[in-house]
Nanobody
Framework: QVQLVESGGGLVQPGGSTRLSCAAS????????MGWYRQGPGEQRELVVGITSGGSSYYVDSVKGRFTVSKDLAKNTMYLQMNSLKPEDTAVYYCAADPLGLDIKRRADYGSWGQGTQVTVSA
């Protein structure tokens, strides 16, 4: 099973930026679809962005134009650049890996998950 470790986040002021990283245990990004999910207090875990092995991406409407996903294959690391942050972006953010990539919006297909990293947007 793929091991994923998130880092980054922390406390950010509204309107600020931060970048999350997701380090994978092997060279999976050329074969796996990947996703960033988040879970706010008292909420269900939701997809933020999914990206195929070929680089096609899907963003949830609430983050379009503010968040950007990228991958560094040489470093086995995926990033989530988060700009213009809002208090409603406060959540634990998880990265996940999908070995098939048939539907990057389908949560059940993501078989490997990181432990999550907290992002708090507050003044």
């Amino acid at each position: 099973q793929v091991q994923l470790v998130e880092s980054g986040g922390g406390l950010v002021q509204p309107g600020g930026s931060t970048r999350l990283s997701c380090a994978a245990s092997g060279s999976i990004f050329s074969a796996y679809a990947m996703g960033w999910y988040r879970q706010g207090p008292g909420e269900q875990r939701e997809l933020v962005v999914g990206i195929t092995s070929g680089g096609s991406s899907y963003y949830v409407d609430s983050v379009k134009g503010r968040f950007t996903v990228s991958k560094d294959l040489a470093k086995n690391t995926m990033y989530l650049q988060m700009n213009s942050l809002k208090p409603e972006d406060t959540a634990v953010y998880y990265c996940a890996a999908d070995p098939l990539g048939l539907d990057i919006k389908r949560r059940a297909d993501y078989g490997s998950w990181g432990q999550g990293t907290q992002v708090t947007v507050s003044a």
